[in-house]
């Protein structure tokens, strides 16, 4: 099985979608180790109770980004991670370390990339009256949330939503779209190739609602 690492800050909605997930495709990966930059994350908790190893790397105890990432990167390689898996990671990441990993690092946005890059992407969605909203899974690249889409879901934006209505839509279709790209990926049918996601043509019939 391929080895994955995946990178939280938060709550870890995401991080278990792809726990389940796994759990009926052990042949086809393990997750090998969680990390969180935040102590109190309660993704550790879940990947805790998952039986994951996990590593809390505390950002705030190191002088710079590039010490930090260096501190990731070494755990990262020290389970001879295929691929990294940023879920709510809410780091900005040095361009050493985006190279390091690059074709083997996702990172899945709130958004409907290039649309509403960085922080609070519903509520400037409802703010710019827009009608659509969703989610994005990429590669990641050194351009902050700008590397190549592989996959994006829509949601309705509906005048009776607000920030957190929006989010949680959002939170629905994220946990069907990502354990699929990571499915994807580990089964070699997605990759990077000359800054584009290149999947192969039989993912395009998965039989899924996004
Ligand atoms: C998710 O909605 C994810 O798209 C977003 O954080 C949330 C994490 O939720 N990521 C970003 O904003 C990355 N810039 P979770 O901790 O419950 O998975």
Same mark, same amino acid.
């Given at each position: 099985p391929k080895r994955i690492a995946i990178l939280i800050s938060g709550s870890g909605s995401n991080l278990q979608a792809i726990i389940d997930h796994q759990k009926s495709?052990?042949?086809?990966?393990?997750?090998?180790?969680?990390?969180?930059?935040?102590?109190?994350?309660?993704?550790?908790? *879940? #990947?805790?109770? @998952? +039986?994951i190893t996990t590593k809390v790397i505390d950002h705030t105890e190191y002088e710079s980004r590039e010490s930090f990432d260096l501190q990731l990167q070494s755990e990262i390689d020290a389970v001879n991670a295929d691929l990294v898996v940023l879920a709510g990671f809410m780091r900005i990441l040095t361009p050493t370390f985006t190279k390091h990993y690059l074709g083997k690092m996702l990172n899945i946005h709130p958004s409907l990339l290039p649309k509403y890059t960085g922080?609070?992407?519903?509520? *400037? #969605?409802?703010? @710019? +009256?827009?009608?659509?909203?969703?989610l994005s899974v990429h590669f990641v690249t050194p351009e902050l949330d700008g590397g190549p889409v592989i996959l994006q879901a829509e949601v309705d934006i509906e005048p009776k939503d607000n920030e957190a209505s929006l989010a949680e839509k959002v939170h629905i279709q994220e946990h069907i779209a990502y354990p699929l790209v990571v499915e994807w990926f580990v089964k070699g049918n997605l990759s990077l190739k000359d800054n584009q996601a290149w999947l192969n043509q039989s993912c395009l019939n998965t039989p899924v609602l996004l």
């Open positions: 495709h052990s042949d086809l990966y393990e997750i090998a180790l969680v990390i969180s930059n935040r102590p109190n994350a309660y993704g550790l908790v *879940r #990947a805790q109770n @998952a +039986g922080l609070h992407t519903h509520k *400037r #969605a409802i703010e @710019a +009256g827009d009608l659509k909203h969703g």
